[in-house]
């Protein structure tokens, strides 16, 4: 089969020239040889169900996206705005709706993860996957976190050095009345692997989402975060940290759609480039009528560790309402001569400046992983590329 998708849209487009209104993906002749990844570990107070049809096990999402069209009837969107070329998904997502059409095409079953009703579970879900020379694997994932209910998911991702195949994976979410998510993606794939991260889903009243993600390896890296805070007083704190050298490309986009009064979305962009690398961010703050009293604030943080490095970034701030508050921050450059100066006086030479810089940067997202193991496993993938 062959990929043709428009992926990391921005949700109302700007000047062309930019070249930040979405990226195209196109990837000829790819076989999948495997459709699910790894279910690690399981505690016995969440539900795990394979092979769900799609439809099936998206049907949670059934009410949220009727309140969602509802309140949209007579709304005139921004300028350049692309919301109906996505209607057809039942939630959105970041990298959007291609990607639903490539799942489908595949024919890709659903993983389901339940978290049992009113449960607070203490050990995490945790899922692997590790790809193999030529494999190419495409998975999907649907996390339920019900009605005071509390859940940890862990993913994982790794490969042989010489793999060379396409890590492509969906996950969608559902955050009932008073619940928490606490989600963790980890990309630690070898140099020739193409990866897609495609994350979305829907906060209920009261409902916590947190996010940590960590980009380390992979030759091109798509991943899109679509967080609808639907709910009043739900919030979504996301951290992400990356690290892309040599001809390494990142494509982030992220979303944070604010539809409940009193809603909270914080974003954290932690990451480094060098050699060649390239590296795309859009970060979208959306208020829509109704969400007066919320707050929506983004951060990058972006070291330039090299002259050939390129960096493009776009903010986006679309409002519907009066009464919110939205921000966003940016710090993007080089170590400065005096933090260079401060540390060869102690007698640590430039580029072991360079390397304790970049190591802090990617422990301050690394150390929020809640598993020692995995995070060890971080640390050691660090040592290699570092």
């Given at each position: 089969?062959?990929?043709?998708?428009?992926?990391?849209?921005?949700?109302?487009?700007?000047?062309?020239?930019?070249?930040?209104?979405?990226?195209?993906?196109?990837?000829?002749?790819?076989?999948?040889?495997?459709?699910?990844?790894?279910?690690?570990?399981?505690?016995?107070?969440?539900?795990?169900?394979?092979?769900?049809?799609?439809?099936?096990?998206?049907?949670?999402?059934?009410?949220?996206?009727?309140?969602?069209?509802?309140?949209?009837?007579?709304?005139?969107?921004?300028?350049?705005?692309?919301?109906?070329?996505?209607?057809?998904?039942?939630?959105?997502?970041?990298?959007?709706?291609?990607?639903?059409?490539?799942?489908?095409?595949?024919?890709?079953?659903?993983?389901?993860?339940?978290?049992?009703?009113?449960?607070?579970?203490?050990?995490?879900?945790?899922?692997?996957?590790?790809?193999?020379?030529?494999?190419?694997?495409?998975?999907?994932?649907?996390?339920?976190?019900?009605?005071?209910?509390?859940?940890?998911?862990?993913?994982?991702?790794?490969?042989?050095?010489?793999?060379?195949?396409?890590?492509?994976?969906?996950t969608k979410f559902y955050i009932g009345l008073n619940a928490t998510l606490h989600l963790i993606k980890?990309?630690?794939?070898?140099?020739?692997?193409?990866?897609?991260?495609?994350?979305?889903?829907?906060?209920?009243?009261?409902?916590?989402?947190?996010?940590?993600?960590?980009?380390?390896?992979?030759?091109?890296?798509?991943?899109?975060?679509?967080?609808?805070?639907?709910?009043?007083?739900?919030?979504?704190?996301?951290?992400?940290?990356?690290?892309?050298?040599?001809?390494?490309?990142?494509?982030?986009?992220?979303?944070?759609?604010?539809?409940?009064?009193?809603?909270?979305?914080?974003?954290?962009?932690?990451?480094?480039?060098?050699?060649?690398?390239?590296?795309?961010?859009?970060?979208?703050?959306?208020?829509?009528?109704?969400?007066?009293?919320?707050?929506?604030?983004?951060?990058?943080?972006?070291?330039?560790?090299?002259?050939?490095?390129?960096?493009?970034?776009?903010?986006?701030?679309?409002?519907?309402?009066?009464?919110?508050?939205?921000?966003?921050?940016?710090?993007?450059?080089?170590?400065?001569?005096?933090?260079?100066?401060?540390?060869?006086?102690?007698?640590?030479?430039?580029?072991?400046?360079?390397?304790?810089?970049?190591?802090?940067?990617?422990?301050?997202?690394?150390?929020?992983?809640?598993?020692?193991?995995?995070?060890?496993?971080?640390?050691?993938?660090?040592?290699s590329i570092l």
């Open positions: 089969m062959n990929i043709d998708m428009k992926v990391n849209e921005l949700p109302a487009r700007t000047y062309r020239w930019l070249g930040l209104n979405g990226e195209e993906l196109n990837i000829s002749d790819i076989s999948f040889s495997r459709f699910a990844i790894d279910i690690v570990k399981a505690p016995k107070e969440v539900f795990i169900r394979e092979n769900v049809d799609a439809k099936e096990a998206e049907n949670i999402f059934e009410k949220s996206h009727g309140v969602v069209l509802k309140s949209d009837e007579n709304i005139v969107g921004p300028n350049g705005d692309i919301a109906q070329r996505h209607a057809g998904q039942i939630v959105r997502t970041g990298m959007g709706t291609d990607v639903d059409a490539l799942l489908e095409e595949a024919g890709v079953k659903a993983l389901v993860i339940e978290a049992g009703k009113n449960e607070k579970v203490s050990e995490p879900v945790m899922l692997h996957d590790h790809l193999m020379h030529s494999d190419s694997v495409i998975s999907r994932q649907v996390i339920i976190v019900p009605d005071n209910s509390e859940l940890t998911v862990i993913m994982d991702y790794d490969s042989d050095t010489d793999a060379d195949g396409i890590e492509a994976v969906s980890v990309q630690m794939l070898g140099r020739k692997v193409r990866h897609f991260d495609d994350l979305g889903g829907v906060v209920m009243d009261n409902g916590k989402f947190d996010f940590v993600e960590l980009e380390l390896g992979a030759s091109l890296a798509y991943a899109g975060a679509y967080v609808n805070l639907l709910g009043k007083e739900s919030s979504s704190n996301s951290s992400t940290g990356y690290i892309a050298d040599g001809e390494q490309f990142y494509d982030f986009n992220y979303v944070a759609e604010h539809r409940g009064s009193k809603t909270e979305s914080m974003a954290t962009y932690r990451g480094i480039l060098k050699g060649n690398a390239r590296k795309n961010w859009r970060g979208s703050l959306d208020f829509h009528e109704g969400s007066e009293g919320s707050v929506g604030d983004e951060q990058e943080d972006t070291l330039l560790l090299s002259p050939d490095v390129v960096n493009r970034s776009i903010p986006l701030i679309l409002c519907k309402e009066e009464d919110v508050d939205g921000r966003h921050g940016a710090t993007i450059g080089q170590l400065s001569d005096d933090m260079l100066f401060y540390m060869e006086a102690r007698g640590i030479d430039k580029e072991e400046a360079k390397k304790i810089m970049v190591r802090a940067r990617l422990d301050s997202v690394a150390r929020m992983i809640p598993d020692k193991e995995l995070r060890d496993k971080v640390g050691e993938y660090l040592d």
